[in-house]
């Protein structure tokens, strides 16, 4: 047997073997879309000869590309897996962008303004345009048009009248990034997609591409996908319509109909079998989907037809909700007798906003835990300010990081200062660093004469970072992300002015510094041994290579892996020694495609899912859907009956979700007794593919838990040990012998 397809359905079999050049995969959560794309990718390669720098692999988020790295790894070995281009949609079109930018004229060392700078140069423009517009929104708009490919002019000719003053607004922001040679997030994806149009040869290599989450692909990113087909014309994507939750990003499900009407000779193949989830669990999700009307029926069996039935929990405010979390979590673990660790448990969220209890309480009960899906550790102060050091460094262009600094920590330059030069760039039309290098050298000046001390300042500023590029010049390897935070942070004493700023967390804080110098050691480490081999795009004939400095492009690659995770661990609250294993707090958003063997989605509850600012509610129950079939072994549902924040009525009373059916809500969870007990840990045994504990181990963890099932809700230490009450009913479908042995 290839072992390839070894492991793999019938119907996974055939799509992973398809002769068919244009393939799309339609299935359910769980039904092995995603690993049956990676064996295609392996497929592809043993069977059709194709190279790996010949194939290009589109995930959704840069967790799953590492994972799905992690997978071929096995399949095809590290040599070949390594030179895959394979990646998100914007780590993709960046490298495309680096090496073969100067083709549509893009300037070398393009830096990238992450959402902040974004927002940074919106409000500027507004404020100077005298418009009414807010940013956020003005923010939002300018990206929906850059996601349909709309630049200002295109714009303007179909916009009515009161959409010019956001033309406006769009197409000063794109003189402002290009004067400072920025890209944001969906340039990379429309400047890509200009190169490819204008220059196929670049991708006259590609033998096939590959798409995972197509569902939530919006129209450029389904336009670069046919594009890097350009030549070849061999696509296969996976994807559900289900769990289509981009549309607020301009995703488009029509693209799926739009891929069949493009290529006629399109082969649509179905899964049909859950390999993910218990039974019970897969039915309560289906009976949230079922509820929209509009959605074409679908087949979807359980492969594990038995399990435990989700539980649902009402608690008095989120406060307890969140302390609930934490016994259900403690008392889960011990109780399965060591079947799962804290990295087996997920609280998913509608909205990041809903984490900061839980992380209260977590921090408080000294459970390990790790944010995903929030910016949180590169937003801090001491990190951000190292950052901007080393944007600037990078890239002198970079004027909103330059701003951001030019001041911190204090060298004497106030904010008059900082608003004449800040103007008087502007009037010259010049990037602020250059600006400020002319007053200094005395070939400009500034509206007033600068004070002495405020230009002394700004000379130890230019100095500084004058200094850290002539390092950056000196390193050429992978090491100068390191190399130049700890260089800068040496010039600045920031240790000693983080003494000085902060005395209450100094040591906090130089800790995150330690973690961000680490991470540069990381990403560099990866980037070597990884990205910049298999996102090392190969040569082309007769297409000039852009030679880049190593150090550079380390340090380029670097603070663009910042400026595009969607997901950051952090060390919360864990100073000592940070466990290896621990809790995942994510955002819905950023749990797509992955799975835990326990999911907890707090505050199901109206203003929460659906959102109350969400425009299309069929999205907000397809997120619950896609939360909930994360689930593999255990899922909790629960919410606060008072949120105070929501402001609904007198006392912030909730109501639960609209989602839930009645049949979900008014299940009676009965307790289960101590053979059930057995049961249910077998069955999580059997789903996880994990060997079961011993019955003495079970019972172990028992003896010590809290009841928190009774109706009531058990304050911490108010512990019932008198009687056992399990977590919840078992289906009784389970063929799993019953242990004779109890405890004496
Ligand atoms: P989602 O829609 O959530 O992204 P998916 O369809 O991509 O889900 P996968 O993540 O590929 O599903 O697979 C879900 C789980 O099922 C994984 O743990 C995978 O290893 C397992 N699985 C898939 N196919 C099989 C199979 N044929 N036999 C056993 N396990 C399988
Ligand atoms: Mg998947």
């Not at 004449?420 to 000046?445: C, H, M, N, Y």
């Not at 003494?499 to 130089?510: A, G, H, N, S, V």
């Not at 809790?583 to 326990?598: C, D, F, M, R």
């Not at 505050?603 to 994360?630: C, D, F, K, Q």
Request: charged residues 25%; aromatic residues 6%.
């Amino acid at each position: 047997m290839d072992p390839i397809l070894d492991g793999l359905n019938h119907a996974q079999r055939e799509a992973v073997t398809s002769s068919g050049s244009v393939l799309q995969v339609l299935a359910p959560p769980g039904s092995g879309k995603t690993k049956t794309l990676t064996a295609r990718v392996a497929y592809l390669l043993s069977h059709h000869g194709y190279q790996p720098q010949d194939v290009i692999c589109c995930t959704f988020t840069i967790k799953a590309s590492r994972e799905m790295r992690e997978r071929l790894a096995k399949l095809i070995g590290e040599k070949l897996e390594s030179r895959l281009i394979l990646g998100t949609f914007h780590s993709i079109c960046r490298r495309y962008l680096v090496k073969y930018g100067y083709l549509i004229g893009l300037r070398k060392g393009f830096g990238i303004a992450d959402s902040d700078d974004t927002r940074a140069i919106i409000k500027r423009t507004i404020k100077r345009l005298n418009s009414s517009i807010e940013v956020k929104a003005a923010q939002g708009r300018i990206s929906r048009h850059k996601a349909h490919g709309l630049s200002p002019d295109a714009l303007a000719e179909r916009a009515k009248a009161e959409e010019l003053e956001l033309v406006d607004i769009y197409r000063d922001y794109q003189s402002a990034l290009a004067a400072s040679n920025l890209l944001d997030y969906d340039d990379l994806l429309l400047r890509c997609s200009d190169l490819l149009r204008d220059h196929p040869q670049c991708v006259s290599n590609v033998q096939a591409v590959l798409v995972d989450e197509f569902q939530d692909t919006n129209i450029i990113q389904y336009e670069l996908m046919n594009l890097f087909a350009s030549k070849s014309r061999r696509i296969t994507i996976v994807g559900d319509p289900d769990q289509s939750i981009y549309g607020f990003r301009s995703a488009e499900i029509k693209n799926l109909k739009r891929m069949q009407g493009r290529y006629s000779n399109t082969t649509v193949v179905l899964l049909e079998d859950n390999y993910r989830s218990a039974g019970s669990i897969l039915s309560a999700a289906q009976d949230v989907i079922e509820q929209d009307e509009a959605r074409p029926a679908k087949a979807l069996q359980a492969t594990h037809t038995f399990g435990t039935l989700p539980v649902l929990r009402k608690l008095p405010t989120p406060n307890a909700e969140a302390q609930w979390m934490v016994l259900e979590i403690k008392r889960a673990a011990a109780m399965t007798g060591g079947l799962l660790r804290m990295s087996d448990f997920a609280i998913l969220l509608r909205s990041a906003s809903l984490s900061t209890q839980i992380e209260t309480a977590f921090g408080r009960a000294g459970i390990p835990y790790k944010m995903v899906g929030g910016r949180k550790f590169f937003d801090r102060t001491e990190v951000k300010i190292l950052l901007n050091y080393m944007r600037v460094a990078s890239h002198t262009g970079h004027s909103d990081a330059l701003l951001n600094i030019v001041n911190v920590p204090p060298r004497r330059i106030g904010d008059e200062t900082i608003r004449q030069l800040t103007s008087g760039a502007e009037q010259a039309k010049l990037p602020l660093w250059d600006f400020i290098k002319d007053v200094i050298q005395g070939r400009r000046s500034t509206e007033k004469k600068l004070q002495k001390a405020a230009e002394q300042g700004l000379c130890n500023l230019v100095k500084l970072i004058e200094a850290s590029r002539q390092k950056l010049q000196e390193c050429e390897d992978a090491s100068a992300p390191r190399v130049l935070i700890e260089f800068i942070a040496e010039r600045l004493s920031f240790q000693e002015y983080l003494i000085r700023t902060y005395p209450l967390d100094e040591d906090t804080r130089w800790a995150n510094v330690k973690e961000l110098m680490h991470q540069a050691t990381e990403v560099a480490a990866f980037e070597e041994e990884e990205v910049d081999k298999e996102m090392d795009l190969p040569e082309i004939q007769g297409l000039e290579q852009q030679q880049a400095h190593a150090g550079e492009e380390a340090l380029t690659r670097f603070l663009a892996n910042v400026a595009l995770a969607t997901e950051i661990t952090t060390e919360e609250d864990n100073k000592e020694e940070t466990p290896k294993e621990k809790v995942t707090i994510s955002t819905i958003h950023a749990a797509k495609g992955l799975e835990w063997p326990v999911v907890f989605v707090p505050a199901v509850y109206n203003g929460s899912i659906p959102h109350s600012r969400a425009e299309v509610i069929e999205e907000e129950r397809r997120l619950l859907y896609v939360a909930m079939t994360r689930a593999q072994a255990l899922l909790y549902l629960s919410l606060p009956i008072r949120q105070p924040r929501l402001g609904e009525g007198e006392d912030g009373a909730t109501t639960i979700t609209p989602f839930l059916p009645p049949k979900l809500t008014k299940t009676r969870f009965r307790p289960t007794g101590p053979s059930l007990h057995e049961k249910v840990v077998y069955s999580i045994a059997d789903i996880l593919r994990r060997p079961r504990p011993s019955v003495d181990d079970m019972y172990k963890g028992l003896e010590f838990l809290p009841s928190t099932l009774d109706d009531r809700w058990t304050s911490e230490g108010e512990e019932d040990r008198s009687k056992f009450e399990g977590t919840s009913v078992s289906h009784d479908t389970s063929d799993e012998p019953n242990p004779k042995r109890r405890r004496s």
